[in-house]
C-alpha cells in the first residue's frame, strides 16, 4: 500500500509539472499586456515581420490607388512602404499597435469588455492603420501627391481565431486561478512521493525521469499546436513567415522552461543512478552482503 501511494504521487507531480508551467506561461506572458509586448517588440526588426507588414499595406494602398491612378507601379509604392517599416519609428508602433491587440485578446479570454475592435472575420488582428498613415504621407513626399486621396485604411496582420479564444476561455480561467497552486503541488506530491517510498533511491530517479518525461509530452503538444496554429491563419506567402516568428518569440519562455526542467530531471535521475552503481561497486564490509531491497 505504501508502495502504491508514493508511485502515485509521484506521478501526479510529474504530471502537474507541465501544467505549472504552462499556467505560468499563459498568466505571466501571454496574459500580462507589458510581458506580450516586451517579448513581441524585438520582432519589430525581423524581416518576416517586417515583410508582411509591407506586403499588407502595399496592397491595401494599390486597390484603391489602381482606380485613381493605373500607371502607378507595384514597386514604387513598395519602396516607399519598406522605407517607412524599415524606419526608426516602427519599432514603437509596433510595440503600439501589439499593446492594443493584446487588450482585446485578454478582452476574450476574461470574457469582460466589448468584442475586440481589430477583429475581422472571426479573426483578432493587428490593426496596422498607424503604418499606413506614415506610408501614406511619404508617397505624397515621394512625388506622388494623389496619395493624398486614398481613403483611411486598416490594414490588418491576423493573429488568433476570435472563436478559438473564446474556447479557451475556462482552461485560461482556471490557470489564472491555480497559477501559483500547481507549481507548489507538482513540488509537494513529488516529495511526498520520495519521502513516502521504501527506496529513496529509485523514487528519486523515477521522479527525474517522470519530469522529463512530461516536458516530452509537453514539447509534442506544443509542436501539434504550432501545425494546428500557422495553417489556420498564415495565408501563405511572407505572412506566415511573419506568424512563425511571431508563434517563436511568445512561446520562447515556454519552451526555455520546458528545457530547463527536462535536463534537470535527467540531471537528476542520472547523478542518483550514478551514486548507486558507484556505491553498489564497492567492496562489502566483512560479515556483510550486498545491500538488498530495491523496491519503491
Known amino acids: 500500500m505504501r508502495r502504491t501511494i508514493s508511485v502515485i504521487l509521484i506521478v501526479l507531480g510529474c504530471v502537474s509539472a ?16 507589458d510581458r506580450y509586448v516586451e517579448t513581441v517588440a524585438p520582432l519589430a526588426g525581423d524581416q518576416a515581420v517586417q ?12 486597390r484603391p490607388l489602381r482606380k485613381l491612378d493605373p500607371s502607378v507601379s507595384d514597386a514604387s ?6 522605407a517607412v517599416v524599415g524606419g526608426e519609428d516602427f519599432p514603437a508602433v509596433w510595440a503600439r499597435v501589439n499593446r492594443v491587440a493584446h487588450r482585446q485578446v485578454s478582452a476574450i479570454l476574461s470574457g469582460e469588455g466589448s468584442p475586440p475592435l481589430s477583429a475581422r472575420g472571426g479573426t483578432v488582428a493587428l490593426d496596422l492603420a498607424p503604418v499606413y498613415e506614415p506610408a501614406r504621407r511619404a508617397l505624397v513626399d515621394a512625388g506622388l501627391p494623389i496619395a493624398a486621396r486614398l481613403p483611411d485604411l486598416h490594414p490588418m496582420v491576423e493573429l488568433f481565431s476570435s472563436a478559438e479564444l473564446e474556447r479557451a476561455q475556462t482552461v485560461y480561467a482556471w490557470l489564472t486561478r491555480l497559477k501559483r497552486v500547481l507549481p507548489v503541488l507538482s513540488v509537494v506530491l513529488l516529495v511526498a512521493g520520495v519521502l513516502l517510498a ?5 523514487a528519486l530517479i523515477g521522479a527525474g525521469l517522470g519530469l ?7 514539447a509534442v503538444a506544443l509542436a501539434v499546436a504550432r501545425g494546428v496554429y500557422l495553417p489556420t491563419l498564415d495565408g501563405g506567402g511572407v505572412q506566415a513567415d511573419a506568424l512563425t516568428a511571431i508563434f517563436h518569440a511568445l512561446t520562447g519562455f515556454l519552451r526555455g522552461g520546458m528545457r530547463l ?6 540531471i ?8 548507486r552503481r558507484r556505491r553498489a561497486s ?5 560479515g556483510t552482503g550486498p545491500a538488498t531491497g530495491t523496491r519503491i
Open 77 to 82: 509604392v513598395h519602396g516607399a512602404v519598406d
Open 261 to 266: 526542467i527536462f535536463a534537470a530531471g535527467l
Open 198 to 202: 521504501r527506496n529513496r533511491e529509485i
Open 51 to 62: 515583410n508582411a507588414v509591407t506586403e499588407r499595406i502595399t496592397t491595401a494602398i494599390m
Open 18 to 33: 507541465p501544467l505549472a508551467l504552462v499556467g505560468f506561461w499563459v498568466t505571466e506572458e501571454i496574459g500580462n499586456t
Open 268 to 275: 537528476l535521475a542520472g547523478t542518483v543512478f550514478l551514486l
Open 212 to 218: 522529463a518525461a512530461g516536458m516530452a509530452v509537453l
Open 282 to 286: 564497492r567492496p562489502s564490509p566483512a
